[in-house]
């Protein structure tokens, strides 16, 4: 069974960091575009950044703050969080795809169950 696990998401205050991690299973995802995406209360979920080999994009609203990488041995893609903000609160959720232009549009084909993570201010 193929599944995405995230964890690491939790309260943290403005200006304090947290990584939140991806550990996949049931096949190897060396080959997907592995991407983060975070959900607020009553927003569209959006695509905060994504990795496959030396590709990476970040979202404007999180460059230079947030640092996404994988593990291809173990499986597992982090997301470096720093200088959070409020608005970052959010549900997280990791996502693998063949294509980032699937990644970007949401058509991915495998989502994790997402894990919460609040800035306080």
């Known amino acids: 069974q193929v599944q995405l696990q995230e964890s690491g998401g939790g309260v943290v205050e403005a200006g304090g960091s947290l990584r939140v991690s991806c550990a996949a299973s049931?096949?190897?995802?060396?080959?997907?575009?592995m991407g983060w995406f975070r959900q607020a209360p009553g927003k569209e979920r959006e695509l905060v950044s994504a990795?496959?080999?030396?590709?990476?994009y970040y979202a404007d609203s999180v460059k230079g703050r947030f640092t996404i990488s994988r593990d291809n041995a173990e499986n597992t893609v982090y997301l470096q969080m720093n200088s959070l903000k409020p608005e970052d609160t959010a549900v997280y959720y990791c996502?693998?795809?063949?294509?980032?232009?699937?990644?970007?549009?949401?058509?991915?084909?495998?989502w994790g169950q997402g894990t919460q993570v609040t800035v306080s201010s």
């Open positions: 996502a693998a795809a063949l294509s980032f232009n699937a990644l970007a549009t949401m058509r991915c084909d495998y």
């Open positions: 049931g096949r190897t995802f060396s080959t997907y575009f």
């Open positions: 990795i496959r080999w030396a590709f990476t």
